[in-house]
């Protein structure tokens, strides 16, 4: 027994036999291990989903009807079509999602699990606690608080994602070309990171915005400009490691372009630290956005978003406990989920668990 | 040593050009002018009418300011008010910059040193528990809380404790406005004090939950990486005590980065203090910067940012010569 286990050992050890795990499989091997770090990527999956299908969660318009024996898709056709044709008439509340008899008989309609627009209104509703037809309540203008919710999501995840996109974009170029040519580049940029951490960033962001047009758009990029010192300093040190290790020498010797060196040789060994910066750096711009709008400085209204609900609570302080729990509720489970996924990557791809 | 140093404080230079230059750049972005600005706040006051002197009072204002020079002039102008801490006057209530900030900054340090005391009071016995037991039953429970506290954002929380804690339709136990009772200053101290401290509870908890659960957290990964070190092996094998181990051996150097990052954590609070004070309607530093940024207040907005610009830079300063000083292994290129 031992005799043949002691030769297969020895055979997967021949050249050529089974290739070792690669770093990917090998991150992701310890990566699934950790509960908490996969369930925060389901969650991170999810809220992306959600984010994404938000028009067909939360609407004020069926999903399928068939009305006077025709069949139409009024969410896909919302202008031309059923411009004149108010659906809110025919909206039950309570016999969701499936609606049947209004019209001729067979007439039915399928309506989104929310059947609430996120800026449709409704004074008499307004401030409505958690009811059977409004799961998460109304605001003070009797919107439904789980469609904004839905809705909201797209604010925080896109913010989140194009910021950090472009907080990736510079800080890796920066941080490369620190790191690669050294001296005199490396001081200018390690000076502008230096001024970059010592003025208030949160402040600066709130000035800017409060400066600029109110927009989205405003909100990304500064974000995103303020944001890119921690992935420069991450690439930038792992640069000036592998600026000697053998591989970079050699594609040197061979008369390798510094373009072709920097970005076909070294980043991709570069990435692993960027990757887990880039997940923390989701967790931030999406604290960092509802920072704004619930100071007043976030996307313009009506566009609904988690900070903005949270915002309306205060002056509803002393009752209206839904407008505070459930927005607030969103931004912490999803600033959880990435924080955990950011944790998990870190320790799956520590070096010590490869020895 | 000294090369070192002199290295340092050289680097210095260009980052106070950066920060001066940042901080014209927002005087600069501002849609119109400060002037402009200026004369909407005076036509609010219904001075509006004749044009001729709506242009003089633009023509005052923007050489006051300086904004009828060129632009490198302009900067150089501001450069020179920077050195000679000469922010000029509110556009508000016209009163010194200087005496705003003055006024409002000891009780936003008074918050934010008890906030600081409080974490690292807490957190560094709490890392060390971590460190020493790891991966036990408590170890466990304490990183899953501290690691969900730190993702807890603290508007949130302010809003929630408001509304649980501060009367409304439930609990009725924190005062949730201001630092003071009304007609608290007349008080004997025996009665102010305690009055006052009540009315800080929520405030500093929103400020300390956060860089509590960041430090420990850090102290513990700190820690564990230090008692794996061969020294403290050394340490254990030649039979000192466990406490002598870790708290003479271990802890001097596995606390190091945590005592240096005392210098960057003051000027970062006041990030958060813009939100919580104005929350909780303290009238510290960051309610000023609040108020200043909604009023478009130039000369208070440019001033508070170059203020702690320049405190951040002299505490990232100090940290790296307090590590240069306390580790040795720091070389001198």
Known sequence: MNVTDASQTDSRQSPGAIPPPSYRTMVWHHFRKNRLAVAGLWATVALVAVALLAPLLANDRPLVARLDGRWSLPLLAPAAAEANRDWHDLRRPGGFPWQTGFGRGGDFALWPPVPFSPTEYDLLQSLSPPTRIHWFGTDDRGRDVLSRMIHGARISLSVGFVAVGLALMIGICSGALAGYFGGWVDQVISRVIEIILTIPTFFLIIAIIAFLPPSIYNIMAVIGLTGWTGVARFVRAEFLKLKQVDFVMASRALGASHGRIIFLHMLPNAMAPVLVSAVFGIAGAILTESSLSFLGFGVPPPTPSWGDILSQSRDYIEFAWWLTSFPGLAIFLSITAYNLVGEGLRDAMDPKLFQ | ?333
Not at chain 2, 307 to 322: M, Q, Y
Request: net charge neutral.
């Open chain 2, 1 to 333: 040593m000294s090369a070192y140093l002199i290295k340092r404080l050289l680097q210095i230079i260009p980052t106070l050009v950066g920060i001066t230059f940042v901080t014209f750049l927002i005087i600069q972005l501002a849609p119109g002018n400060p002037a402009l600005v200026k004369l909407q706040m005076a036509g609010e006051g219904g001075e509006m009418a004749d044009s001729a002197y709506t242009r003089q009072i633009i023509d005052q204002t923007r050489k006051l300011y300086g904004l009828d020079k060129p632009l490198p002039i302009q900067y150089l102008l501001w450069v020179k008010r920077v050195m000679t801490f000469d922010f000029g006057t509110s556009y508000k209530d016209h009163r010194p910059v200087l005496d705003k900030i003055a006024e409002r900054l000891p009780i936003t340090l008074q918050i934010n040193i008890i906030s600081i005391f409080l974490v690292y009071l807490i957190a560094i016995p709490f890392g060390i528990y971590s460190a020493t037991h790891p991966e036990s039953f408590w170890d466990r429970l304490l990183t899953l809380g501290f690691f969900f506290l730190y993702s807890l954002p603290s508007f949130w929380v302010a809003v929630l404790l408001i509304m649980f804690l501060g009367g409304g339709d439930f609990w009725d136990v924190f005062p949730v406005y201001g630092v003071s009772s009304i007609g608290a200053e007349t008080w004997p101290w025996w009665a102010w004090l305690p009055d006052r401290l009540w009315h800080l509870v929520l405030p500093v908890a929103c400020l300390t939950y956060g860089g509590l659960a960041y430090l420990s957290r850090l102290a513990r990964a700190e820690l564990l990486e230090v008692i794996r070190e061969d020294y403290v092996r050394t340490a254990r094998s030649k039979g000192l005590s466990e406490r002598v181990v870790i708290f003479k051996h271990a802890l001097r150097n596995g606390l190091l980065p945590i005592v240096t990052l005392l210098a960057f954590l003051l000027p970062a609070m006041f990030g958060g203090s813009v939100i919580i004070e104005s929350i909780f309607s303290i009238p510290g530093m960051g309610q000023l910067g609040f108020e200043a940024v909604l009023s478009r207040d130039y000369p208070v907005i440019m001033a508070i940012t170059t203020i702690s610009a320049l405190l951040t830079l002299i505490g990232l300063l100090l940290s790296d010569i307090l590590y240069a000083l306390l580790d040795p292994r720091i070389k001198l290129e």
